[in-house]
């Protein structure tokens, strides 16, 4: 069963940075794709920024364009999210994802336990 675990969340105030990181504890086939997404208290989980494709495809959400950057390092198995510019609405809990390429939204990932972002005005 392969794990994925997030780091990097905190506390900041607005017009700040942060920058997540999730590391897969291995490869498995059909997790091959990585991406983060969030869930605010009393909305929906929703997808942020996500590999999507063997070729490199991202999907970024409207809310976070020009504000966060995907990055991967094959070598260490990990994703990672530069968030600049954070609003209050950033504030939720950030997921890890994993799933097989070639679809978005993804279909059945397998989920990291999340790291919990706070944004303060």
């Known amino acids: 069963q392969v794990q994925l675990v997030e780091s990097g969340g905190g506390s900041v105030q607005a017009g700040g940075s942060l920058r997540l990181s999730c590391t897969r504890s291995?490869?498995?086939?059909?997790?091959?794709?990585m991406g983060w997404y969030r869930q605010a208290p009393g909305k929906e989980r929703e997808g942020v920024a996500s590999f999507y494709t063997t070729t490199g495809l991202i999907y970024y959400a409207d809310s976070v364009k020009d504000r966060f950057t995907i990055s991967l390092e094959r070598a260490k198995n990990s994703i990672y999210l530069q968030m600049n510019n954070l609003k209050p609405e950033d504030t939720a809990m950030y997921y890890c994802?994993?799933?097989?390429?070639?679809?978005?939204?993804?279909?059945?990932?397998?989920w990291g336990q999340g790291t919990q972002v706070n944004v303060s005005s």
């Open positions: 291995r490869y498995q086939y059909h997790t091959e794709c």
């Open positions: 994802a994993a799933d097989r390429c070639g679809y978005w939204p993804y279909l059945d990932p397998y």
